[in-house]
């Protein structure tokens, strides 16, 4: 903001000021000088009136008394002498006249020349002041455009937020009238708990040289509040006296939103980096120790954290989305075989609905599992028998609690059992991870057994209801 | 060859993912300890702790499944039982209050597990 002061139109309309102060003062004096001609002319012609008056009551007396002529002759002559000194007298009186009418109308064409000479510079101080108030007019529309088009809320306020003024915008958006908001009416559409910050804040913006913090301001057409950074600027005098405040309140609300997410997302990482080592960690002790060749190590070891890396992939690229059991569950048996292949549909079902979403922090667990289960099917299982089928079954199920349960039936057929006291074969690291892992991470129901001819795990676990599911997620979610 | 230097200690632990717990238990197991857990949840880890007689200390997980574990600590702390925090955070995230709390960062190694564990009981 510009103070006034630095203003080039404000010095232009000083400079007019003064020059209208000088034309006054000429036209003063002028009329001045008009005023004493004046006096000494209605002087003048009351002297001669009155020299005309004595005039013609010395013609009366000789008229009025013509009879006397012989007796009183020695008188006429001292009349006479009389008579003709009043008319000198009168002359000389009329001379003076004469002369100062013709001073007088010297002056008054003098004056009739300033009085033209001022009305023109006035005409043309006239014309330049209006120039100049167009400038201004203009100025002044173009800065109340700037101030109510701009997206902050613009005001002015004396000391310590004693508000003149408001722009729309605070209006509009707070339903404060600009009565309501002056003085410490806009104090009304912050936040309760904002409201002291805001008043400290102005407690010592003079001597921080500004004002500014960030407070929630009530969004009135939607009825909650949002955060606002809120700045102002003192106006000063050239010797530095405050004359106002101009602030503006500046919509953060989104900026502090991201930047909270992104705290939240950074932190987040931090733990699911460190969580994947420890896994892997886990994941890699436990292999050894089911090891009974480096051989078989190597082989396990790759085939899990190859599975790991199907889990992570699938997380890293659902973006908001949760993960559907039909998506991870396709994903670990298609590493395992071809779902496409005619072989694999005549051995393979599945059947379910697509896009049941599965708690985030499971899908790493589930996924060695459902990896677990898928190797030892194809090893020694369904999928390896020539006879054996795999059918895979799952719905969505409302509990008499008012949850929603994912039940899955993992059920392998026409597959020889070995004896029900032979050592688990595969390590039985997938039956452990069924009957364990689920249960202990979220509380999941599992079972896991064997029928007559082939392996049959159930798994109940809650669907997560949250904002991350969306209704268009069945939809949404590939096959 | 295990160290043994945790025989006979109990410890409670408390961690969400299952393969970590896993993992921990082993190691504790490995270094003569009896693990109380381990158990995945504020609840279950709340309701260990009320239920236990002797706990000679405690390795809290941070984030339980979206639930910070800093409740449990509180418990922990009013009933003067030593603890450690396992954790995939940086330092910022835990409160000041246990600033003084001795923290592990994953992957935990069953001997840095040991060496941080043994100096804190209280014998």
Do not use: H
């Given at each position: 903001m510009t103070a006034p002061a630095d203003d080039p139109s404000h010095d232009e309309a000083a400079r007019l000021l003064d020059e209208n102060e000088q034309l006054k003062t000429e036209l003063e004096s002028v009329l001045d000088e008009n005023a004493r001609l004046i006096e000494d002319r209605d002087r003048l012609l009351r002297r001669v009136a009155a020299l005309a008056r004595e005039l013609q009551s010395s013609n009366s007396l000789q008229i009025t008394r013509p009879g006397d002529r012989t007796g009183e002759h020695a008188d006429a002559i001292p009349a006479a002498t009389k008579l003709s000194e009043s008319e000198e007298e009168l002359r000389v009186a009329l001379e003076e006249l004469q002369v100062l009418t013709e001073e007088l109308e010297v002056a008054n064409t003098g004056l009739q020349r300033a009085n033209e000479e001022l009305e023109e510079r006035v005409r043309a101080r006239t014309r330049e002041l209006n120039g100049i108030n167009a400038d201004l007019r203009r100025s002044e529309l173009r800065m109340s455009t700037l101030v109510e088009g701009i997206p902050q809320l613009v005001w002015r306020s004396g000391d310590r937020g004693d508000w003149t003024w408001c722009s729309r915008q605070w209006s509009d958006y707070t339903s404060q009238t600009m009565d309501e908001a002056r003085h410490l009416g806009w104090l009304g559409a912050f936040h309760p708990e904002d409201r002291a910050v805001a008043l400290d804040a102005w407690d010592n913006a003079e001597s921080h040289g500004g004002l500014s913090f960030e407070a929630r301001v009530l969004d009135a057409a939607h009825g909650r509040y949002r955060y606002f950074q809120t700045r102002a600027m003192p106006v000063r005098t050239p010797e530095g006296v405050v004359l106002e405040w101009l602030g503006t309140c500046t919509d953060v609300d989104d900026i502090l939103r991201l930047r909270h997410q992104q705290n939240v997302l950074v932190d987040e990482l931090q733990h699911r980096t460190r969580n994947l080592m420890a896994v892997v960690h886990a994941v890699t002790i436990r292999t050894i120790k089911g090891s009974r060749t480096l051989e078989d190590f190597r082989r396990c070891i790759d085939d899990r954290m190859s599975a790991l890396s199907r889990a992570q992939s699938l997380l890293s690229r659902r973006g908001s989305q949760r993960i559907a059991f039909d998506t991870l569950l396709r994903a670990e048996l298609s590493a395992h075989v071809d779902l496409d292949s005619g072989d694999s549909r005549s051995k393979i079902s599945l059947s379910g609905p697509e896009g049941i979403p599965l708690q985030t922090s499971l899908v790493q667990t589930f996924a060695l599992a459902l990896h677990e289960l898928a190797t030892n099917a194809v090893k020694y299982g369904a999928l390896s028998a020539p006879s054996g089928v795999l059918s895979v079954e799952w719905q969505l199920v409302h509990t008499a609690e008012g949850t929603e349960c994912l039940h899955v039936d993992w059920h392998e057929s026409g597959v020889d059992i070995p004896e029900p006291d032979a050592a688990p074969r595969g390590g039985g690291y997938g039956r452990e991870l069924i009957e364990r892992a689920l249960p202990y991470q979220l509380g999941a129901k599992t079972s896991y057994g064997f029928t007559s001819d082939g392996v049959r795990c159930t798994i109940e676990m809650e669907v997560p209801v949250d904002d991350i599911r969306l209704e268009t997620d069945y939809a949404r979610t590939p096959a | 060859m295990p160290e043994h230097r945790l025989e006979g200690r109990r410890i409670l632990v408390v961690e969400d993912e299952y393969l970590i717990a896993d993992d921990l238990r082993d190691a504790l197991v490995d270094a003569g300890a009896e693990v109380?857990?381990?158990?995945?949840n504020v609840k279950d880890a709340a309701a260990m702790i009320a239920s236990e007689v002797q706990i000679d200390c405690a390795l809290l997980d941070i984030n339980l499944n979206g639930a910070m574990v800093f409740d449990v600590a509180d418990t922990l702390v009013a009933r003067e039982i030593p603890f450690v925090f396992g954790t995939g955070y940086d330092q910022w995230a835990i409160p000041d209050r246990f600033a003084q709390v001795p923290r592990l960062e994953k992957p935990i190694k069953g001997r840095q597990l040991t060496s941080v564990l043994a100096p804190i009981i209280v014998v």
């Open positions: - | 109380l857990g381990p158990v995945s």
